[in-house]
Structure formats: structure tokens, C-alpha cells
T-cell receptor
């Protein structure tokens, strides 16, 4: 059974640009969550999607957005990049939305110069 | 004060030692408790999952939850060099997979 796939794995952007990250969940999983991981703040929840609907959002500015498609694949977008957006962005999929049993991908490492 | 407190370490132990990793939390609404293991440059991997107070054992790993003290633990018996990783505790109060993570404890098991 294939795991969670995230693309691209590494990318470098400059301040002011925007970026789109993609996530393919485990087959059959309908919940997709996104997390940001930095050395200073650790793992922080960005948002969660289930059946194309965003149901929960963390404390991040509106520059961070996402969406989920009918096949459960998800994308997240960060506009007007700032240096502080440099981080590992992790996608996780789950069968349900209550218990927190998440299966993470390997992440997309974003560097903003 | 953070909702979940976890000593970031690093923790260095010899092979074969018993390792104890701990987290405390302040939100009594947390219901589900997890331990994730993260190797360098990899995503977190779910290691243990518990719902209620008590112990749960899986091979060399034992997870404990004490809701009255708001304290969770992970014990690793007969630690191996392959256990060297960062261990993250996580917990969830409501739905929608909004996990609150601890800072992670970096563990090094040396031969």
C-alpha cells in the first residue's frame, strides 16, 4: 500500500514569490491535514480537509491556503513568501477525523531566500 | 505556557538501556494521545496510540497515560541504535485531526 506522497521534496523560492505544494493521501483516506515544522516552533497545525471541505484551520495568516480535490489529493499554497516561511511542510492523511491517527508524508522542504 | 511540554533533550543512552520519554499537558480536554517517531529528513511515523489512562504495550514499547496528572510516557526497552530518532508526543482534544505536538525529544542510542 503506497504511503502519503508529497511533491516537490525540496524547493527554493525568494521573498514575495508564491509556492504550491502537493499531497497525495493513502488510498481510501479522505482526511488530509497539513502541518508546518520549524526548529523554533516545532510541528504546528495549518489546516485539515475532508471531502473537499476545510473543517479546521490553525493560527496562520491568510497567505496560507489550501484545497482538496474530489480524489482526496490536496494542495497548499503560500503567497507573498517571507523568510520565516522556510520550513518543512508535512501532509498527513487519515481514515477518520477524530482520533489523530495520522500517516505523514516525508514533507516538502521550503527555503525562502 | 505551551499546551504540551516535552524536554527536547538530547538524550544519549547505551545500547540495551531502558529509555523513558515524557510529556506533560495542561488541557484536560485532550482525549487521544500519540507518540510519533521522526528520523532525520523523514516525516513523523505513528508509534503508539492510546485513548484512556493506563498502559499499552507493543513489543519493546510501552505507552502510559495518567490523565489525573496530565502526564504521558513512552518507555523503550532494550534500546537499539536504530531507535535513534526524535520522539514527539501528540494529543488531540476534538476532531478534525488538529494535533498538538510536543517539541520532540532527540534520542541517541550508542553501541
Amino acid at each position: 500500500k503506497a504511503g502519503v506522497t508529497q511533491t516537490p521534496r525540496y524547493l527554493i523560492k525568494t521573498r514575495g514569490q508564491q509556492v504550491t505544494l502537493s499531497c497525495s493521501p493513502i488510498s481510501g483516506h479522505r482526511s488530509v491535514s497539513w502541518y508546518q515544522q520549524t526548529p523554533g516552533q516545532g510541528l504546528q497545525f495549518l489546516f485539515e480537509y475532508f471531502s473537499e471541505t476545510q473543517r479546521n484551520k490553525g493560527n496562520f495568516p491568510g497567505r496560507f491556503s489550501g484545497r482538496q480535490f474530489s480524489n482526496s489529493r490536496s494542495e497548499m499554497n503560500v503567497s507573498t513568501l517571507e523568510l520565516g516561511d522556510s520550513a518543512l511542510y508535512l501532509c498527513a492523511s487519515s481514515l477518520d477525523d477524530l482520533t489523530g491517527e495520522l500517516f505523514f508524508g516525508e514533507g516538502s522542504r521550503l527555503t525562502v531566500l | 505556557q505551551k499546551e504540551v511540554e516535552q524536554d527536547p533533550g538530547p538524550l544519549s543512552v547505551p545500547e540495551g538501556a531502558i529509555v523513558s520519554l515524557n510529556c506533560t499537558y495542561s488541557n484536560s480536554a485532550f482525549q487521544y494521545f500519540m507518540w510519533y517517531r521522526q528520523y532525520s529528513r523523514k516525516g513523523p511515523e505513528l508509534l503508539m496510540y492510546t485513548y484512556s489512562s493506563g498502559n499499552k504495550e507493543d513489543g519493546r514499547f510501552t505507552a502510559q497515560v495518567d490523565k489525573s496528572s496530565k502526564y504521558i510516557s513512552l518507555f523503550i526497552r532494550d534500546s537499539q541504535p536504530s531507535d535513534s530518532a526524535t520522539y514527539l508526543c501528540a494529543m488531540i482534544a476534538g476532531g478534525y485531526n488538529k494535533l498538538i505536538f510536543g517539541a520532540g525529544t532527540r534520542l541517541a542510542v550508542h553501541p
